[in-house]
T-cell receptor, first 117, second 111 residues
Framework: GAVVSQHPSRVICKSGTSVKIECRSLDFQATTMFWYRQFPKQSLMLMATSNEGSKATYEQGVEKDKFLINHASLTLSTLTVTSAHPEDSSFYIC?????????????FGPGTRLTVL | SQQGEEDPQALSIQEGENATMNCSYKTSINNLQWYRQNSGRGLVHLILIRSNEREKHSGRLRVTLDTSKKSSSLLITASRAADTASYFCAPESGSARQLTFGSGTQLTVLP
């Protein structure tokens, strides 16, 4: 089956630093990847849609300068949390559709736990 | 918002019993997907049902979809302790293939 990986799985950083999270589709190409964040015991909230070779589409209320998304290849999208603050601490999850695939299934990565001190 | 809303929020059953979770959504969809999430982990895709389908089976899972009522249900038969997890429905709509999630149902299967 389609596998999506994320790196790192867990990161702790100081307030004011930037953190980059990678999302990779391991055995398929993904023209579109999605980034979500999830607070404890809450639902996943879509942050942005990452399109290969073009600018990401951000959901309302998500600061594009705060959460930089780059989708430079068909297998890699990165989310950079710039000048992170404690309120950015959350679980970040990416997902991807198979490019041109017959299925509409979204495959999710294992998530990245970000803790900002 | 196309957010799927699950009901109940929490469900506790004995091993061997069946578990039924419901999902409601608001507007037209391309498909509806069900996922499970163990605490602190990513989402595992369970099943996808398209808007022109009414019922789908996968192992111990049975999903129904009623587009007239904008609702879906997930039935897990002969539950096991390992089924303990949060379950989310995610309607997919639009050409961007975006999913929106509700708050999920926390299922606890007691051994």
């Amino acid at each position: 089956g389609a596998v999506v990986s994320q790196h790192p799985s867990r990161v702790i950083c100081k307030s004011g630093t930037s953190v980059k999270i990678e999302c990779r589709s391991l055995d398929f190409q993904a023209t579109t990847m999605f980034w979500y964040r999830q607070f404890p015991k809450q639902s996943l909230m879509l942050m942005a849609t990452s399109n290969e070779g073009s600018k990401a589409t951000y959901e309302q209320g998500v600061e594009k300068d705060k959460f930089l998304i780059n989708h430079a290849s068909l297998t890699l999208s990165t989310l950079t949390v710039t000048s992170a603050h404690p309120e950015d601490s959350s679980f970040y999850i990416c997902s991807a559709n198979i490019a041109g695939g017959a299925t509409d299934t979204q495959y999710f990565g294992p998530g990245t736990r970000l803790t900002v001190l | 918002s196309q957010q799927g809303e699950e009901d109940p929020q929490a469900l506790s059953i004995q091993e061997g019993e069946n578990a039924t979770m419901n999902c409601s959504y608001k507007t037209s969809i391309n498909n509806l997907q069900w996922y499970r999430q163990n605490s602190g982990r990513g989402l595992v895709h369970l099943i996808l049902i398209r808007s022109n389908e009414r019922e789908k089976h996968s192992g111990r899972l049975r999903v129904t979809l009623d587009t007239s009522k904008k609702s879906s249900s997930l039935l897990i038969t002969a539950s096991r302790a390992a089924d303990t997890a949060s379950y989310f429905c995610a309607p997919e709509s639009g050409s961007a293939r975006q999913l929106t999630f509700g708050s999920g149902t926390q299922l606890t299967v007691l051994p």
